[in-house]
């Protein structure tokens, strides 16, 4: 990762999560998580009725 996107990151996490030293702890808090749980989550919120579609389709006059 350039120097630029780890500035980016750290400044992300220090306005978002108030503590750029946060960024340091996701990835043991992301190892973390078993795949029951995501499972569990992913069942809870994407459902069907829940969902919003959208069908975009070409004019057809040639213009962008």
Do not use: C
Request: no cysteine; hydrophobic share 40%.
């Amino acid at each position: 990762e350039s120097a630029e996107g780890k500035a980016e990151a750290l400044g992300r996490h220090e306005t978002t999560l108030l503590d750029y030293r946060r960024m340091f702890e996701l990835p043991a808090r992301l190892a973390g998580i078993e795949a029951q749980e995501v499972a569990r989550v992913a069942a809870r919120y994407l459902r069907r009725e829940g969902r919003s579609v959208v069908v975009a389709e070409p004019s057809g006059d040639g213009e962008a």
